[in-house]
């Protein structure tokens, strides 16, 4: 079975574990999104940072999710809550934005900071599961949820087609040898495009500035994958784990979504 056989099956199994999470409706996607937390920071803390479970810091990193998340979702004043998860994700996005673009491959002064207070790394996962959780407040909570979904997917499949078949100037070879500025734009373009037809279907709310506004998801959503993949070379691994066959792990397959959740929750509130 060759890699691009194999990445499909794996695709089409998490879409089926997906499916089958939200036909039990607001429990079942809070709970994958509880899930999906807990193995973000195994994977980057266990897998990567410290590449032990051992250390009372992995410990804490997941304590700090479980006991964040189940406390911030089951306590009162969710929009004062959501304003301040905001708040917090835009902050940390700026910083990983400041160390992607500002911090030298060479330098380890950041990767540094991570294995000294990894026990951050569980807020670093909890804004954005939380922030995803706020939306099942809303009536239309599963085309919000679905739009999340297609906007991310389709970056990255439009990058790689794009890439694949009219790929010839690198994007940014130091960090990531395989992506190009013709893959980018692809992927910028699909994901507009067809994002846009599910809102114009399924919304009935299209407007100038939620294009505006997925344009700029659609750049954060490679911004992600691009901050991933500097930890990466810098931690010296190859994936975040090996849990999806041909894919890597949770966090190599969640890196956009992540860093665009914030984001992706304003549009949402203010636009739709």
């Not at 810091?57 to 929009?79: E, H, K, M, R």
Request: some cysteine.
């Amino acid at each position: 079975m060759s890699n691009t056989q194999l990445r499909i099956i794996s695709a089409l199994v998490l879409v089926l574990i997906i499916v089958i999470a939200l036909s039990f409706g607001t429990t079942g996607l809070l709970a994958l999104l509880f899930l999906s937390g807990v193995l973000l920071v195994d994977e980057l803390v266990g897998n990567m940072i410290l590449k032990t479970r051992k250390n009372v810091q992995y410990f804490l990193a997941v304590l700090v999710f479980v006991i964040g998340f189940v406390g911030i979702i089951f306590s009162d004043l969710p929009l004062l809550k959501f304003d301040f998860m905001m708040g917090v994700g835009f902050g940390i996005n700026s910083i990983m934005i400041i160390y992607l673009f500002m911090e030298k491959m060479d330098s380890l002064n950041f990767i540094g900071l991570m294995k000294k207070f990894s026990f951050v790394t569980g807020l670093f996962f909890l804004v954005p599961m939380v922030t995803i959780a706020y939306l099942v407040s809303r009536e239309d909570w599963l085309n919000c949820i679905v739009l999340l979904i297609l906007t991310n997917f389709l970056v990255d499949t439009g990058a790689w087609f794009f890439g694949k078949n009219f790929g010839k100037r690198k994007l940014w070879p130091e960090i990531s040898p395989n992506k190009t500025f013709e893959g980018a734009i692809g992927g910028v373009v699909v994901s507009i495009t067809l994002s846009s037809l599910f809102i114009h279907y399924y919304f009935e709310n299209l407007s100038i500035f939620i294009v505006i506004s997925l344009f700029f998801l659609t750049v954060f959503a490679q911004l992600g994958d691009l901050i991933e993949s500097k930890i990466k070379r810098q931690l010296g691994v190859k994936d975040s784990s090996n849990l999806i066959p041909g894919h890597g792990g949770i966090y190599d397959r969640l890196d956009s979504l992540v860093f665009i959740a914030p984001f992706y929750g304003m549009m949402i509130k203010y636009l739709f």
